[in-house]
């Protein structure tokens, strides 16, 4: 029979033949883009955005950034700490960002390039908890992030490390050393800093330098990190995020100016004001950094989702967050500079609700035309726990959609005419030659479904998915290693440096 | 405080005033469709389509049917059984084909319009087996196909009633009179009909007519009810499948043609050779209709997905399933017909795999531009079982993706210039003029998901969507009635309709 010869067949390929390769790593988007607001209606937002920069101010703690947009031709109210941007700040600002953002990782297959029309993922970040099946829910700590770093780095369709979990084992004054240090011994893909001031920044740069091996120019001469920007909406930019815009655009590394705009909470209950808010907020933070420095690279960026108007409780993955993603998608190409956006769940563990809501506000990201999306992967409770199991449920999903750039033929091989004559009616392809010749590269193969049926899945102890990512994920932190680049005397001197500073006392965070 | 004062003035509002309407009744598609292969190869494939059809044929086990197509013109060959459509005869039937089928419900406002453009939902079809949390996975039975059309007839998303699943407790020769009266009491949506052989369809016709008091000419004039049909992949037209194509035909009612074609099983392990050859079968079964009555209601249709070619195992959700789909809607938009795709998973419990492969299947047929999405809601194991729950946390997303297809103002009111000027820097929106005017209207409200914080939610059990869909699913179930529009007279005609037949001994399936 031709089925069991095509299974003979196989076992013979499978010890020689080919295998499946894939590249998760530079994905150029397939989808189409999807727009919520006619151009009218966007041209009428980007004017009042405009218009609220310009004639009602935003609040800007920060003393040096209000002498940097006074210095730029803004009126500076310093009793009231409010800056009045004028239109054309703005406008100059949206012309010397870089409408390419390219920042370098440990090793050239890693770096990341941002533009229209490419994505990054990024795994949920921000998580002052992190929870497992095996260990529970509780504070997040050194141990956490770093597994959770060690996720990161083993998939490749994970492209940057976000603040997965807040280490809180590790007093404030001395967190950004264990994040650094972590993120450089056990990834190679680009790290993050936090905009917590400017002492803690400074050392993060010092011990990426170091460990990189970059002289300052290198340094400055390319981006080798990113920081992540909250405004504080409604209209305030406080002291530690703008001093993190200036001191990112000074030292020539990216910044990702993101407002948190939760509608009818912080932001009007519209979709349309609620993106005309964080539109303002973000363009005031992209003119701050090219103010510090013209051509700094920047990141346009939106997280834009709903409240449950009964309770205030964040909502994420509804039909708002989505619209309201396409809507700053609609903006960002106006723009024209790449821009993060943000899937999200607001479920307590990791089942249905969890990954609907997550795939659908991912939808949303990908319609949108986002460059990078955050929170792809274990983000639950709205972003107050990352679940090691969600994690591995979400990265099924992101290779999925990273398959989906994947060409796919259509030539005559591909049509196999050929084949279909040779199967005749109430035949079966499984032995068919054309079969043979693709059978193990053609489909992707998932790494955490399950496919088998009801019964072999029962005789198997009926494990659901979130059950199967515990030991997946558990086989990945046990198999980690410190990342390939990782060289012993590099690791000495960030260890010396860091017992320095820690002697030195470290560096709080600004508040 | 104007929290407080919110909170307030919407206990007053919630006690008069409006209240959240939704129709998700009419949808016209808002998102773009995207292809996976360029125009040429769409060509090339319509091409080998058309190839195949003419040089290879396709066996036609119904010598009537073989008739209609000799009567056509096509080259029938009476000992294989082969019949050869030359392409004149497929070109004259997709032009005869209507673009636009219409399908009277009992209600005028559950009448479905399919075209391309617009889309309506089915619930999970043809599952042999039914699942809940409560009785667990059995045999379907004439309980289960109740229950699951008192559930389809619940949500307004869901537009057509499909065979949701087998009732294995009533023997064949009478299943049919069980599906029918119990659509016709249980819901006033769009049925469907088996097509098992002209007695049963004829039977079904006769209850259809009597109880919605048509008459012959009446029924006729007008689609009342669908049949799907299945060609035998590869190139098989069986004994039933091509009779219920020409009765469905005959009597001015729709059937859509779906080839369930698994890549690398029934059909070559590409999708461009899948999707050939399922094109061939479609077009062959819409010529077969038109041959039988030029102009009669048939959709397009394809069900393409790709097994595991370790274990030979279906699967659905997967990239190959999505990119098949976008295939197979380029191809129903170069012939202008509407068309049928699925959505699908392999999982075996309603878990976070599950969620994920029938969203990501359900995002393949909407960007592929589908007129009907079948198995959007329940479907587990690859079509094997019906799950209760899953239905419900289908149903969550289908409603979200409804909601993606109202429509969004972004006007002065919505741009909402005057709140973000009342709402000064570090402020909040929760009491703004703005938010109360819309705070009951503004979001979508979901039914299943649960948006508390992870307190609250343990307090109340740590239940997953899957657990809470067991209480919501039982509470529509037990408030179930008989549809607005049933009449008892009819209802008594009904069943001395099906006394008589059953005392006939009903009518046995063809195969």
Known sequence: MSVRRGRRGRAEAEANGPKRQVDYHNLTSPFPTMNVFTEDRIEAMHAAALSILEDQGIKVLLPEARQLFKAGGAKVDET???VFIGREIVEAALTSAPKRVDIKAAVATRDV?????????????GCPHATDRIRGRRPGSARDYRELVQMSQHFDVIHM???????????????????????LIHSDKVPFVFSRGTPQVMDSFEMLKDFRGLSEDEFRGASHCYTIINTNSPR??????????????????????????LMGAMAPITVAGAITLSHAEAMAGIALTQLANPGAPVLYGTFTSNVDMKSGAPA???????????AAGQLARKIGLPWRCATGSAANTNDAQAANETQFALWGCLLAGASVIIHSAGWLEGGLTNSYEKFITDVEVLQMVAEMCRETMAGDAEI???????????????????????????????????????GTWTERGSQSADERATGLWQKIVNQA???PHVDAARVEAMDSFIDRRTGEGGAAPES
């Open 80 to 82: 009231s700490e409010m």
């Open 113 to 125: 390039s941002l533009s229209l029309g490419r994505f990054v993922f990024q795994p949920g970040a």
């Open 161 to 183: 490390i976000p603040p997965l979990v807040e280490p809180q084992d590790v007093p404030m004054n001395l967190r950004h050393y264990e994040l650094m240090k972590t993120q």
């Open 236 to 261: 305030v930019i406080d002291v530690p995020m703008a001093q993190g815009l200036i001191d990112f655009a000074r030292a020539g590394q990216a910044s990702i100016v993101t407002p948190f705009t």
């Open 316 to 326: 994420f993955g509804t039909p708002e967050h989505f619209k309201a993603s396409l």
């Open 416 to 454: 196999a005419l050929d084949a279909l004559i040779e199967v005749g009616p109430g035949g079966h392809f499984f032995g068919a030659a054309h079969t043979m010749q693709r059978y193990e590269t053609e489909f992707y193969q998932p790494f955490s479904s399950d496919w088998s049926n009801f």
């Open 481 to 483: 290693r410190p990342a």
